[in-house]
């Protein structure tokens, strides 16, 4: 399960995504901008949105995000309680409501009634790129019917690319998307990583999934050719 946690409280966002990343992938927007930026060109399954953020309000991220057709439940919350203020945020399109100060335990509770409320979105948890098959459920990953074991990191990085299969991904995507902050751009953790993958799901089975591009990036597509 892949959330976006948009809040601009680092000690909030610290706190929750600590909580959240032993079971889910979580990743963090600072701003009402950047958290739809990545609404648009990411996959998520739910999204956690603060309503009081530094350029744009949360009501507004939501009402732009269904407009644009993303139907991913948003659960807000916020230090605004009141009646019409959670009125305003539900007919604006989100799933559920949850008031600053919360609880861990409350949090996790009203992410697994709206898990139950989307069952139909949720069920659909096994992603699949040619004969690569990866369970985001069980953490599980195999090629042609051969279990493949991953690291946390390579499993969250080959999440990522299989979501954004046949787009190229920069490093500075990837590092943006996967990795914590404080990873310099310039560092090779990408590329040492993206050897790993291959070693583990191209190398063995003879067809090449994780493409170089030149200058840019990597890719993950489907091809025929075999591994050099």
């Known amino acids: 399960m ?54 744009i309000s949360g009501t507004d991220v939501c009402q732009n995000l269904r407009m644009a057709n993303i139907r991913i439940p948003i659960l807000f919350i916020t230090v605004l309680g009141g009646i019409r203020d959670k009125v305003t945020g539900l007919d604006a399109g989100a799933d559920d409501y949850i008031t600053k100060p919360f609880s861990l335990k409350e949090l996790n509770a009203r992410i697994r009634a709206i898990m139950r409320r989307n069952i ?4 659909n948890h096994v992603l699949k790129v040619d004969d690569l098959l990866l369970d985001t459920k069980s953490r599980a990953v195999s090629r042609k019917n051969s279990q493949i074991y991953l690291r946390k990191k390579e499993f969250n990085l080959l999440e990522y690319m299989i979501r954004n299969q046949d787009r ?61």
């Open 120 to 123: 139909h979105i949720y069920n």
């Open 168 to 228: 190229i991904l920069t490093r500075s995507m990837i590092l943006e998307n996967v990795w914590e902050d404080g990873i310099e751009e310039a560092s090779n953790t990408v590329d040492v990583h993206i050897k790993y993958l291959r070693d583990k799901i191209d190398k063995p089975f003879g067809k090449k999934l994780i493409n170089t591009v030149y200058g840019l990036g990597y890719k993950l597509k489907a091809e025929s050719k075999p591994v050099s």
């Open 2 to 55: 892949r959330i976006l946690l948009i809040d601009d409280d680092k000690n909030i966002t610290d706190s929750i995504k600590e909580q959240l990343s032993e079971s889910m992938v979580v990743d963090v927007a600072y701003s009402g901008r950047d958290g739809e930026y990545l609404a648009l060109i990411n996959d998520y399954d739910l999204i956690i949105l603060d309503n009081v953020l530094p350029d």
